[in-house]
């Protein structure tokens, strides 16, 4: 059986590249493999990308940039571990209805993950985007459009955690109080 996440097996790496596919709504994390290049593939992570009229930026990109733990994003929404790509383009987890309340996550957009959903960013489960905020300054991005078969398989999303109050959180989230 194929690991799906390596990265306990390497350790922690001094440089990543991430390739994001569009049309597979996928995320894989690279490690470099001396001269050869980032050949080797540590992690995958399910996303989505952005909805027709919004899509996402293709191309590569170096220079990525904290946003905030947490940072207002459109239509009176925030996320959770915002990176910046380039421009207004971020990895963030999925929406919130107020800013810093784990608990005011967009549950019907959540279970969208896997799908395009967003206006242009990379949404992803706040386990997922914690995980590229704490190795921004490592990583260089890659995003792309491609039907060729990754090296990993697409992780399968977990349905969001919804409350009896209409409140609702990312089960990934390790700062939920259970």
Request: no cysteine; glycine share 4%.
């Given at each position: 059986k194929q690991s799906q996440d390596v990265s306990s097996v390497i350790g922690k790496q001094s440089k990543?590249?991430?390739?994001?596919n569009i049309s597979t709504?996928?995320?894989?994390?690279?490690?470099?493999?001396?001269k050869n290049g980032f050949i080797i593939p540590v992690k995958a992570m399910v996303c989505s990308c952005g909805v027709a009229g919004h899509s996402t930026i293709t191309g590569n990109y170096s220079n990525l940039r904290l946003a905030g733990k947490w940072h207002t994003l459109y239509y009176g929404t925030y996320g959770k571990y915002c990176t910046r790509i380039s421009?207004?383009?971020?990895?963030?987890?999925?929406?919130?209805?107020?800013?810093g309340d784990s608990y005011s996550l967009q549950a019907d957009e959540y279970d969208k993950l896997g799908k395009l959903a967003s206006h242009g960013c990379i949404r992803l489960s706040v386990k997922d985007?914690?995980?590229?905020?704490?190795?921004?300054?490592?990583c260089s991005v890659k995003l792309f459009r491609s039907?060729?078969?990754a090296p990993l398989k697409k992780p399968t999303p977990e349905k969001a955690v919804r409350l009896e109050n209409g409140k609702a959180y990312d089960p990934t989230d390790a700062d939920i109080k259970s």
């Open positions: 990543y590249q991430i390739e994001v709504n996928t995320v894989i994390v690279y490690a470099k493999d001396g421009g207004p383009y971020l990895f963030h987890s999925v929406v919130y209805s107020k800013n985007a914690k995980w590229i905020y704490q190795n921004y300054s490592k039907s060729k078969k």
